[in-house]
């Protein structure tokens, strides 16, 4: 037990929801004329495409009907648009979701003072056979006569708010299925050796009737061995609306589908029951070997108690469970025995994911976590030509879907595997260091994101997810003979301009965008003694965001990445020619310093000793995972404590959820990025900004471990249900009345979302918390000072976490309090749960001020879970 421990709130009072402020105002909607001239050609076409389908499916297999998938793109949102869809027989509504930052046309913008600005729409995807669309067009041809809706055509007048607002109607098309997911890219990479067989994903729309997905899937499979492949594997999942195959295509037919002017021949790139078609095995890890050193110290330090069950679980490569780092330390789950063809050599980024959850960077000589940690292989070596600059890596099999496997590694985790129990049950958080390289976040919800949102929610498990690396060149604007002259700390701030110019090239990868993960970026620091190399470049100052990361934002514009961790220093190689404007990254197949040292493979068979220096934000990622294996016994140790039962209310992830984020700072790079990028004219959207690369800030782990005399963390928890909320209230420090001196109150709150699959809102619960009320009170003009990731964002995710500090002093008196009043609200329809949620609130002050607030607050603490006790026992 800490000497200051962390301090439990008494359970809080009923209050009322609070109240939200509704959104802005959208685009004017338009009148029949003027839609009747911009859509009427565009239906007639889609009428056209109708009959033409229907007399050529004449001579197709029985047990299909002529259908197309059609897209509306609207200006701003029509509410209940899922409802009137249903009410039109023959149509099924497949998905939704918002598009950002429309630009203006003469038709739709939003008028702000004397400008026209760009707006936020929406994407609908429906499935129309020819009678819906008939229906559509008597709908349409209403409306546009100016006629009444009669009875009948009540239930459907949200039609109306439709054809006003419909900026363009089309179909889902060759180009929205092929040309722009990175499959045609990675089918001309691998057409360079590859000469047989290319591998693909197909992603099917979900149909909610099992016969018309069988219906789709067997048609799909036809059209694919019509052109010589094959179906390797199937994997449906209707928990979050996903249904995809695994195929294999003869090159012939690949290269007649890389051929623009041909692929639209193809039957099965037209097949109306495909989504997309997206790349195989691109969800890979990659370590750099070329030098290795043995570790300088031996590790002697104590096996965690095999009787103690793992509660962090890495999915990722088989370690080298040898390795001196590793041995008696790793609860291995192989089911699938990829270990079988897993040359030890090869055993690469799970070895560094696995040395960097138990020890952290091995330069450092730190403690081990205190208890085994599960690994589930999911990926497995894949060798390519020599020439590429990575030849052996580590991905998913091609023939595996990996949304599939993952699903079938954390139902075997938590629910068993056929006959056999559950083979992780005291998990609470899983590491997933390693993301989809073609799928960048393009504002929809991946598969992947969407099945860790879901399991997050069904076994109440947190994700900690890698927000990805971006390795392209920066572009300097300028010659590499100008900026050479600057000094380091002027050439940081020029790359970092140049970085965050280019954020739509850095966007997260797949899956970090989920909403009930958390999401690492990697800052700049490492415990390595070395330096970077003679005539290379240190981009970025020691310990600020990696010039590697992938930026945000989130899904719904929520705060991504969540926070940043120590990731391992980053160099550029000095450019050889004066006149050049970009700056690289070393060649990948090159180890180098300064960096993360973790254990690897050695070169020799039987070497367990090595080590190599490495940095991204896996590493990151890994990092904040050991940090959750050090605070699971502090919440062992509070539930011993008195109130302690309010943490077995909660389940563990929510808690580590909050705590971890909970020691999230901006800090001094919050400090230097604002006097960087400010102009005249960003004022009022800077920090939006700031928040797409620093999130919450670095997390310092320490500082939520425990206590000290002058920073106090009180846990607090509970559950609520629509429309209701609880207030907590955290006793201020009577010697702090009247001292003037810097003060911090930091307030976390946490939860996990229940999901809705075909809801562009995707989670169905909201909570948050309102400004803390005190006698210390919170604003622009008052004692504290929000800082930090932008107020609005905050609330966008399933994460809250505000920081205010300030200097002035307050009067208070002894049993004055901050009450902080956490409500909840329905978001995507319909929410029946009650929704786990914790909270983390921190009073810190300057240590000069000369207080034991730390004294003070816990005796006050303790008296009303005493009262509260009391209370509940008469």
Known sequence: MAERPLLILPEPSVAARA?????GSGPKPLGPDRQGQRLGPRLAELEAAFEAQRLTMQTTAAGLVPEQVLVLETAGTVEDFIKAVKQVEGF????????????????????KKDAQEGYRGRVYWMLAN????????????????????NKSLKVLANWRNVFSLLRDIRPWSVRDRLEETGVL???????????????????????????????AANHVRTQVQELGGEIVSEAVIADIYYHALAARLPITAVQTLLDADRRSAVALVQAEQIQFFRASGQMAGRITVDQVSPLTELLEKPLPDPTRPPVVALLDGLPLQSHRALAGRLSVDDPDDFGVDYEARYRLHGTAMASLIIWGDLHASSEPIPQPLYVRPIMQPFAQPEWVPTPTEERVSEGILIVDLIHRAVRRMFDGDGQEPPSAPNVAVINLSIGIADRSFDGTMSPLARLLDWLSWRYGVLFLVSAGNHGRPVEIGQPWSILATASPEE??????????????????????????????????????????????????????????????????????????????????????ANTATKLELPDPRITYKPGQLVATPGPTPGDVTATVPTRGTSNATAILSRGAAFLSPVLDELREMEGGHVLDQIPDAVWLKALLVHGARWGEAGNAYRMLFQTPDNGHKLTEHLTRFLGYGRVELDSVRECTATRVTALAGGRLAIDTG???????????????????????????????????????????????????????????????ADWMAVQRGTVQHEVFEGEKAAAFVDGDEIVIHVSCREDAKVLIDTIPYALAITLEVADAIGIDIYTEIRARVLNRVRVAAEGAST
């Not at 099924?92 to 008028?111: G, S």
């Not at 691998?190 to 290319?198: S, T, V």
């Not at 201020?732 to 999901?755: H, N, Y």
């Open 185 to 215: 890219d990675d089918w001309r990479n691998r057409m360079e050796w590859e000469r047989e067989m290319l591998p693909c994903e197909i992603e099917l729309w979900f149909r909610s009737d099992e016969g018309q997905r069988a219906a």
């Open 491 to 576: 050439i940081h701030e020029h790359i970092t301009k140049a970085i965050a110019a280019e954020t739509r090239h850095r966007r997260l990868l797949s899956p970090s965008e989920g909403m009930n993960v958390l999401t690492i970026g990697a800052t700049h620091e490492d415990h390595d003694p070395a330096t970077v190399r003679q005539n290379w470049i240190d981009p970025a100052k020691f310990g600020f965001p990696s010039p590697i990361n992938a930026h945000g934002q989130g899904y719904k514009r929520s705060v991504k990445p969540d926070v940043l961790a120590p990731g391992g220093r980053v160099a550029f190689v000095q450019p050889l």
């Open 726 to 788: 609880a207030e907590h209230r955290f006793p201020l420090p009577p010697s702090l009345s009247g001292q003037r001196g810097w003060r911090s109150l930091a307030v976390t709150l946490t939860w996990m979302t229940p999901i809705h699959p075909l809801n562009h809102r995707w989670r169905r619960a909201h909570l948050w918390f309102t400004s803390p009320q005190s006698k210390l009170p919170v604003g622009s003009d008052e004692h504290l000072q929000r800082c930090g």
């Open 19 to 23: 109240k939200k402020g509704g959104g």
């Open 130 to 149: 020819q009678q819906a669309f008939r229906q559509l067009l008597n709908l349409w041809g209403v409306w546009q006569r100016g006629e009444a809706f």
């Open 92 to 111: 099924e509504f497949l998905a939704e979701f918002d598009e950002e930052d429309i630009p203006p046309d003469d038709d739709f913008f939003v008028k």
